[in-house]
Structures are given as structure tokens and as C-alpha cells.
């Protein structure tokens, strides 16, 4: 099956600091739910930049398809003055219906009413769920993900990754953790950054 993020030969380095990434090859295929596991202050939300553009790499080379993002935190994950339903239309760029969002909201655990009141008046785990929402409803071909579940209890955790699971034929995942008792759970392939 064809990859949906091809990452070869990759090496990284801030400018004046040791190199994070070597060589580092990785992929991500359709159907496929991949973890990159470490510990913090491992490189994990680097590559994530990485794989947006926002950084560039020393060398090697990095593609992928069309992308939904579900950033680390989850406060700047939305802009502060539009409600979170306003944004996830913008992004989506289609005339969403509630029969599209609301069996997800049902899914995410996530109060539709929510939906409607601009960021500051929602939890991180409620703004980590619609961010989690909006990623499923772009119906991109890979989802990266950046600790995105960090704010919820487990149980919730484990529901919401359930149902990321569930989109699994449509698309692949790309779960950056630093949990490895959930990427054992729910991982295919998982890449470890310890002993890089
Ligand atoms: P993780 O997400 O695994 O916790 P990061 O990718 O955020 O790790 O950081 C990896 C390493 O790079 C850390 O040592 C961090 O201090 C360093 N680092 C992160 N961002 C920058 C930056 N903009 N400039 C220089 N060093 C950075
Ligand atoms: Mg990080």
C-alpha cells in the first residue's frame, strides 16, 4: 500500500546544537496508526515541525499527503475571538451539516454545545477533543498528532483513540507520545527515539 508520509534519511539540528535527528528514515502507510515514542526533550514535537515545513532539515528528505494536524496544546490549537464551530467550517472549507459533526461529538464525548462558545470557555481536554473533531472531519489522508490525548483522563483517552482507530481505513496516523503503555495499545509500528 502507498505511503501517506515517506520521511528518508532525515537529519536535524538546531543551530549550535547536537543533532537530534541522523539519518532517520520513517513511513507512514493507508491503514496504518504508527507511534514515535520518547521521552521529553527528545525531538518528537521537532519532528512534527519538521514534517509541517516550519522547520527545515539539514538534509534528507520528507513527503506527504494532504494532512490534518492535532497540535500539543490544545489552547493554541484555535483562534481566541471565533467560536470553535465558525473555525472548524473555515478549515473544513464545505458546508458542514449536524449529521456529519454531531455523531463524532457523540463519539469524542464532546457536548455539542461546546461547539458554539469560543475557545477560552472550554477545558484543554474539551479543546483537545474538538481539535481531535476538526482533525477527522478534514478527511485528510494522514493525521499527525502531537501528544494529543494528554489532556483527558485515560478512559476518555482510550475512547477517543478508539475511535481514531476506527478511521484507520481511510487514512494514516502518526501518534507522537510519550506514553508507551498506549502506543503498545494501539500501535502497528512504533519508532523509539531513546536510543537514538
Ligand atoms: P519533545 O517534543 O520530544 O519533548 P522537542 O522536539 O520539543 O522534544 O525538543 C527536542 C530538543 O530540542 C530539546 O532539547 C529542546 O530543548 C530543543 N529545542 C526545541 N526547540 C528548540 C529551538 N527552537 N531552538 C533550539 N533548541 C530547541
Ligand atoms: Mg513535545
Redesign the pocket.
Known amino acids: 500500500m502507498s505511503a501517506v508520509l515517506d520521511i528518508k534519511n532525515l537529519t536535524f539540528s538546531?543551530p549550535n546544537?547536537d543533532f537530534?535527528y541522523k539519518n532517520f528514515s520513517l513511513s507512514v502507510k493507508k491503514g496504518e496508526f504508527v507511534c514515535l515514542l520518547?521521552?521529553?526533550?527528545?525531538?518528537?514535537?521537532?519532528?512534527f515541525e519538521l514534517i509541517c515545513g516550519n522547520l527545515k532539515q539539514n538534509n534528507g528528505y520528507i513527503s506527504h499527503k494532504k494532512m490534518a494536524q492535532i497540535y500539543q496544546d490544545p489552547y493554541s490549537s484555535f483562534h481566541p475571538t471565533y467560536s470553535i464551530i465558525s473555525q472548524i467550517k473555515d478549515a473544513v472549507k464545505r458546508d458542514l451539516t449536524k449529521d456529519e459533526y454531531l455523531p463524532l461529538c457523540e463519539k469524542l464525548a464532546l457536548d455539542e454545545n461546546l461547539l458554539h462558545e469560543k475557545p477560552h470557555k472550554l477545558s484543554g481536554g474539551e479543546l483537545q477533543r474538538c481539535s481531535i473533531l476538526r482533525a477527522l472531519l478534514l478527511k485528510t489522508e494522514l493525521i499527525l498528532a502531537d501528544e494529543p490525548t494528554s489532556a483527558l483522563d485515560n478512559i476518555t483517552q482510550l475512547d477517543v483513540l478508539k475511535h481514531m482507530l476506527k478511521t484507520l481505513n481511510e487514512c494514516g496516523i502518526l501518534l507522537i507520545t510519550h506514553d508507551r503503555a498506549l502506543a503498545k495499545w494501539c500501535a502497528d509500528k512504533t519508532i523509539s527515539l531513546e536510543h537514538m
Request: proline share 8%; aromatic share 8%; no cysteine.
Open positions: 538546531y546544537g537530534l520518547g521521552p521529553s526533550g527528545s525531538g518528537k514535537s521537532t519532528l
